[in-house]
């Protein structure tokens, strides 16, 4: 099931917030975005390709699952066959914005590294 208006709303509002932390200046080597697949939402790392920079490749790695019947969110992280994997202890969270905040500080870099 999608993701109810007001909440996309509110969740839209703090991506762009993440994704605007790159700075301007190196913004052609590295961008975050996102997209929305049904009840989900996928955070992508967006790099010049090193042997084509006028090609870009695009590295998903984070997802948030919206569950409407309990009004909450998932987290997961994606490992190097494509998998994705329940990311422990951010399972059924109501605030969207708690999973997201966890994804920056990724105290076990396997979000960003």
């Known amino acids: 099931m999608p993701i109810p208006e007001l909440e996309l709303a509110r969740v839209k509002r703090a991506l762009d917030r993440f994704c605007d ?16 697949t049904g009840n989900s939402v996928v955070l992508i790392e967006r790099r010049p390709h090193y042997l084509e920079p006028s090609r870009h490749t695009e590295h ?37 914005s708690e999973l997201l905040a966890e994804v920056a500080a990724d105290p076990t870099g396997i979000f960003l590294g």
């Open 21 to 36: 932390r790159i700075p301007v200046h190196i913004r052609h080597q590295l961008t975050h975005l996102y997209r929305f």
């Open 60 to 96: 998903p790695f984070a997802k948030f699952v919206y569950n409407q019947r309990r009004g909450s969110w998932s987290l997961r992280w994606r490992d190097r066959n494509t998998r994705w994997h329940e990311y422990d202890g951010f399972q059924d969270r109501p605030h969207f």
